[in-house]
């Protein structure tokens, strides 16, 4: 889903074998900590699609995609800053690798209609509401950069979450272009470009998220609760949605959403694993599992009868089939012959001289 650029030793302040905050390293300089957190990502994503559409009636499900949902491409989308340092360097901007991201995210969206059995329309190719909007606005994000590097930390947070804030008020459910989503998350993309992956690195160690770890969990024990318990602020989470009582409200909703994000991501930062393993690998082959599996997904939906069994709506029948759905999926999508057609993708020279 982003940009898998090494987190080099040099740029994480020189981490070794083990970091100070016991964030292992592999010998090429990724940190397993960031590559795990992307490993559970992904597969929180690829079952919040997989649930999606019963999670308004499975219970369990239903639990489980609200959660996920607070955080997970907030998360995801800091991620793909913290890594996007080389977009724009000694004055050049990486276009090509622009290009690709805007490419294949259109490449996704016409594969995707086709399965979905959806007109072909400019108007309907243009509208990105659903998985591959992610790869238009990382395209998007990348181009920002050199106006995020020119306004520095201050100034540039403080332009990202006032076009954040301020596209609540513009109508984008469309998709048209994921301009809305692109806006909303911005200030997420913004953040982490700004930050150093050694100071992310270092909370997982720090005494920080612990506060952060037991305030989640009332979050989540209050969703179990009352089901209705975020439904205030909820819609803001996917970004599209417009501000439906005024500015104020609005801002006050996203705000709330923004918090929960935070939040959640600070406890999930703390949970994750520091140690190479399975997860480890899966991390770096996020952009491949984000394509295809939403393709899956798309035939299951479209062109078998699962998701019209009334048996998907049971609390246990219904959420075991998604979780080893998930499960099957993931392993399917992440096969290491992927990762290298996927990686020249992403590679390919459009414009010379770059």
């Known amino acids: 889903m982003e940009e898998h650029s090494l987190a ?10 083990d ?3 016991g964030a292992t390293s592999s010998p090429e300089g990724r940190i ?28 369990v499900l239903s639990f489980a995609f609200d959660v996920v ?16 340092k080389s977009a724009y360097r000694n004055g050049k901007l990486k276009i090509n690798r622009i290009i690709s991201f805007i490419a294949l995210g259109f490449a996704y969206q016409l594969a995707l209609a086709l399965i979905n059995g959806a007109k072909l329309t400019p108007l309907r190719i243009c509208a990105f509401t659903s998985a591959p909007w992610y790869l238009i606005s990382m395209g998007c994000w990348y181009a920002m950069t050199p106006v995020l590097a020119r306004l520095g930390t201050v100034r540039g947070m403080v332009a990202s979450i006032a076009i954040s804030l301020l596209s609540g008020l ?19 993309f913004a953040l982490g470009y700004y930050l150093r ?42 970004g599209d949605n417009p501000y439906a009582n005024g500015l104020f409200e609005g801002i006050a909703q996203r705000f709330t959403a923004f918090l ?9 930062l703390k949970l994750a694993p520091t140690a190479t393993g399975w997860l480890t690998t899966l991390g770096r082959r996020t952009l491949q599992v984000y394509v ?22 049971d609390p246990l029948a219904g959420t075991a089939m998604a979780m080893a759905l998930t499960a099957a999926t993931v392993a399917l999508c992440a096969a290491p012959q992927l990762e290298r057609p996927f990686a020249r993708l992403l590679s390919i020279r459009w414009i010379r001289g770059e």
Do not use: E, Q
């Not at 080099?8 to 074998?17: E, N, P, Y």
């Not at 513009?170 to 200030?187: E, H, K, Q, Y």
């Not at 994000?261 to 406890?267: I, K, N, Y």
């Open 260 to 268: 929960m994000g935070a939040l959640m991501s600070l406890a999930v």
């Open 69 to 84: 949902y607070l955080f997970h491409m907030p998360l995801f989308v800091l991620m793909s800053g913290l890594f996007a």
């Open 19 to 21: 970091s100070a905050d």
């Open 32 to 59: 397993a900590l960031f590559d795990n957190l992307k490993g559970l990502l992904i597969i929180l994503v690829v079952l919040g699609h997989i649930a999606h559409p019963v999670h308004n009636t499975n219970p």
């Open 197 to 238: 992956p050694a100071t992310v690195a270092s909370l997982h160690g720090r005494n920080i998220p612990w506060p952060a770890l037991c305030l989640a969990g009332i979050v989540v024990a209050m969703r179990l609760i009352d089901t209705d318990s975020y439904s205030w602020f909820f819609p803001m989470v996917y």
């Open 292 to 313: 295809l599996h939403r393709l899956a997904r798309a035939w299951l939906t479209f062109h078998t009868p699962l998701y019209g069994f009334a048996w998907m709506n």
């Open 8 to 17: 080099r030793a040099k740029a994480t302040g020189g981490v070794g074998s």
């Open 170 to 188: 513009v109508d984008t459910s469309s998709g048209f272009l994921a301009i809305g989503r692109t806006c909303a998350f911005l200030p997420c």
